[in-house]
């Protein structure tokens, strides 16, 4: 009985904070590779790399959509219209 009250202590004491469930097989077969191939299997550092990757990739993302409402904008400036008084377009000038 003491030594199963010790594996338990011990397990209790070196209980990893973070347990990840349901992950899809290839997923995790994947993770696990990249985390042999580049961080000599520290899954902590993997993750850390993943969740740095895909806040890089959004703010990217969200940046790239923000110029191309700049630029939709700037064009749509360029653009001049010369119109009748009623609003008939006559001629658009770049």
């Known amino acids: 009985m003491k030594e199963i009250d010790n594996v338990k202590q011990f397990?209790?004491?070196?209980?990893?904070?973070?347990?990840?469930?349901?992950?899809p097989k290839k997923t995790l077969e994947i993770f696990k590779q990249?985390?042999?191939?580049?961080?000599?299997?520290?899954?902590?550092?993997?993750?850390?790399y993943l969740?740095?990757?895909?806040?890089r990739d959004a703010k990217y993302m969200e940046l790239s959509q923000r110029l191309l409402i700049l630029e939709e904008k700037?064009?749509?400036?360029?653009?001049?219209?010369?119109?009748?008084?009623?609003?008939?377009?006559?001629?658009?000038?770049?």
Not at 11 to 23: G, N, T
Not at 35 to 45: C, I, L, S, T, V
Not at 79 to 90: A, M, P, Q
């Open 11 to 23: 397990l209790k004491d070196h209980k990893p904070d973070l347990s990840i469930s349901r992950v």
């Open 51 to 55: 969740v740095d990757y895909a806040i």
């Open 74 to 94: 700037v064009l749509s400036e360029k653009k001049k219209t010369i119109k009748t008084l009623s609003g008939k377009v006559i001629k658009e000038v770049e």
């Open 34 to 48: 990249l985390a042999k191939d580049e961080f000599a299997n520290d899954y902590g550092m993997t993750l850390k």
